[in-house]
């Protein structure tokens, strides 16, 4: 059975940084990735990565502030944000799914919490 587990989420001041992590058990047979849930708002997507070549797909929004990258030997997927703003508070969940941008998601984490404060 499938299971994505974020965590790293919290409350950080704006331009700070945070990590978040997601524990994948099992074999997904999809690409990794992140999507984020602000109050109000549709869920939308953040990033993404291929687990056969590791090719990165970002967001407009998050380009060249957020990185993905994951660690094969710990089935892990790492969402590192650089640069916070308050407008990336949301609760961001972990994600199995197609790519680029993962219009198909197989299976969610239960989401983790980030607060940027301003």
């Known amino acids: 059975q499938v299971q994505l587990k974020e965590s790293g989420g919290g409350l950080v001041q704006a331009g700070g940084s945070l990590r978040l992590s997601c524990a994948v058990s099992?074999?997904?047979?999809?690409?990794l990735g992140w999507f984020r849930q602000a109050p109000g708002k549709e869920r939308e997507f953040v990033a993404a990565?291929?687990?056969?070549?590791?090719?990165?797909y970002m967001s407009d929004s998050v380009q060249g502030r957020f990185v993905i990258s994951r660690d094969v030997a710990k089935n892990t997927v790492y969402l590192q944000m650089n640069s916070l703003k308050s407008e990336d508070t949301a609760v961001y969940y972990c994600?199995?799914?197609?790519?680029?941008?993962?219009?198909?998601?197989?299976?969610w984490g239960q989401g983790t919490q980030v607060t940027v404060s301003s």
């Open positions: 994600a199995a799914g197609d790519l680029p941008r993962m219009r198909y998601v197989a299976y």
């Open positions: 990565i291929s687990t056969d070549d590791d090719s990165t």
């Open positions: 099992g074999r997904t047979g999809f690409a």
